[in-house]
C-alpha cells in the first residue's frame, strides 16, 4: 500500500472512526484502526463488535493494500504531523506503516487486514432517508433518557419506529420517558420497528454534521444490524433483542392542572435548584401556585434543600390553568428535559403529587416528556 493524503483529512477521519474502537477486549486487533484503499479512496473503519463506524477519505493512491495499526498510536501522531500532506507506505512482510509528513517520520507495528472483523457491505436499496437536521435533533431530545443500567438491556435502547411517512423515537428508564416523532421526506417502503442503543445513535448524531441533507437507514433481514449512511460515513450498529414496554401506556391521558411557563427561566431555576439537590437525592418541590383572585397572578415556586450546603428558593411568573398543585421531581431530570427543548414556553402537565407529570413545548406537538414524581419528604 502506497498513499498520499491530506493531514487535516486523516485527522478527521480518525476522529470520526475512533469512537467505535474497542479500549477493553481481549482481541488486540479490535483497539486498531483498520487502513485500506477502497477504489480511489482511502477507508479507514474501527469496530467493538457493536458498533462499526466506516470513513472514505479523498487520497493519491499508487499502490492497493490494507492493514490494521494501533488506533490510539495513529490518532495522537497524525494530530502532531508538521507537514499538511501525509504519506503512508506498507511493508506487506513486517506489517510495518511508514508514516511521512514534513520533517517527520514514522514506522508504526500493525497487524494484518485479514484478522478484522468483516464490517457488512449494505444493499442500500429502499433505504429510510431521514432529513439530518430531524434527525439530530430527534436523537438529543429523545437518547438522554435511555437508561445505562446494563441489568435492563432494553432500556439501554431506543425504540424506533418508521410507518408510511411517519417516523417515531422512543427512550425510557423506569423513571422518565422522552417521546419524538417527525414526518419522513418520502414515505418507507418498508415499516419499520427496532430498538437501536442509545450510544449508537449519539455517535450517529455527532458524526452528522449540518452541512449534510440527508441519513440513509436500512435494516438487513435477519442480521439484526441497523446501518446508516451520511455522506462518506456508515454506522452499523447491533439492534437489542427484546420487547420495549408500551410506553403509549405511561403516558397520562389527562391532568388537572397545566403550567405554561419560560422554559429559560424554568431551566435557570432548576440549575440553581440543583447545586442544593445533588447534596441529596436530587430532590427539587414545585409549589405550582394557581392565581387566587383576578388580581393575583400564578406562579410556580422551585426550591432545593440540603443538610450541608443550605436551601435555594426561585419564584417563577406562569399562567396555572386549573387547580394549584405541590409535586417534586429529580430537579437532574427535569433540567435534562428542559435543556432538550427549544421553543420559549414549556407546558407542564401535572394530576397529582403522586401522579407523571408531562412536559410539552408549547406550540410544537411532536415531542412529550414524561416524568415520575418522588416522594415529598
Known sequence: MKVTLLQENLARGLGIVSRAVSPRSTLPVLANILIAT???????????????????IAARIEDEGSTTV??????????????????????????????????STNDIKGIDAQEFPPLPVPDMEGAVQLNVLD???????????????????VLMGVLVIVAGEQITMAAADGFRLSVRSATLSAPASQPVNIIVPARALSELARIASDGEETISMVVPKGRGQVIFRVKDVELVSQLIDGTFP??????????????????????????????????????ARLDIKAAQGEMEASEVEISATSEETGKNETIVEATVDGSGVLIAFNVKYLREALEVIRTPNVALETSAANAPGVIKPVGEDDFLHVIMPMHLG
Not at 488506533?71 to 508514516?99: E, H, I, W, Y
Not at 397520562?252 to 427561566?265: E, G, I
Request: hydrophobic share 35%; aromatic share 6%; net charge neutral.
Open 70 to 103: 494501533p488506533a490510539r498510536t495513529f490518532a495522537d501522531l497524525v494530530n502532531t504531523l508538521p507537514g499538511d500532506q501525509v504519506a503512508l507506505n506498507l511493508d506487506t512482510s513486517t506489517q510495518t506503516l511508514n508514516m511521512r509528513s514534513g520533517t
Open 135 to 153: 434527525f439530530r435533533e430527534m436523537i438529543h431530545q429523545v437518547a438522554f433518557a435511555a437508561s445505562t443500567d446494563e441489568a435492563r438491556p
Open 246 to 283: 408500551d410506553y403509549q401506556q405511561i403516558i397520562p391521558r389527562s391532568y388537572k392542572s397545566r403550567t405554561l411557563v419560560s422554559t429559560s427561566s424554568l431551566l435557570k431555576a432548576c440549575k440553581q435548584a440543583e447545586i442544593f439537590a445533588r447534596e441529596g437525592s436530587n430532590v
Open 38 to 56: 477502497d477504489e480511489g479512496r482511502l477507508r479507514l473503519s474501527a469496530t467493538n463488535l457493536e458498533m462499526g463506524i466506516t470513513c472514505w
